[in-house]
């Protein structure tokens, strides 16, 4: 059988509407104040597990109008406070280098002073996160959340919805092979969704458990995506 070369482009822009809420309708509906620069607090912080949303929620919030999203390698550059900008979004502070760390906390305190905003994100409480002490203890001024991942079932019928969204039919067995064979954050699963999509158009065959092996077995899955 001919290998199939599976060229799935860039990646789909992310938006508010896209984030799988699940047990997480609390912060989605905070996140929609934050785009909009209207909650009363203006610094979160968001905690989890690798694939739960977090890069997903400040990418969603850097496409509205003066936000800035900051990297944890982003040159110094990027920690500069501008008066346009009214929303900072720093991803994943735990791995900001020790030079970056000072600026973070510049940058929190003018942000502080000015009134604008801030959504930093990290894999752990902020109690807990491996920061010199000063931007730790910022990190927990404001709102924490822990972002929950979705439950196998939440996936499933995620999935689904988005496979009916597309005209695609899959076979009953399908996904739930897929959340036991392949990597389980939802953006890696609806990449692969992609793929099976794609496979499925080029080999003029259904959506089915031995399709979905057939390509697991191409030896070029999709790359595995950020958070």
Partial sequence: MKQLVLD????????????????????????????????????????????????????ALAATPGARYIASDAPE????????VSLYLVDDVDRLPAARQIDAFALFNQVREHGAYMVATGPVPPAVLPLREDLRTRMGWGL??????????QKIAALTQAAEARGLTLSASVLPYLLSHFKRDMRSLSTMLDALDQYSLETQRPVTLPLL???LLQGNPPPEPKE
């Fill in 213 to 215: 092996r057939d390509l």
């Fill in 144 to 153: 924490v959340y822990q972002i929950r991942g979705l439950s196998d079932d």
């Fill in 77 to 84: 550059a990027q920690f500069v406070f501008a008066p346009e």
């Fill in 8 to 59: 799935l482009g860039a990646d789909p822009a992310q938006s508010l509407d896209t984030f799988q809420v699940g047990e997480n309708t609390e912060l989605a509906h905070l996140m929609h104040q934050f785009a909009q620069r209207a909650s009363r607090e203006h610094f979160c912080y968001l905690w989890g597990e690798t694939g739960a949303g977090k890069s997903h929620l400040l990418q």
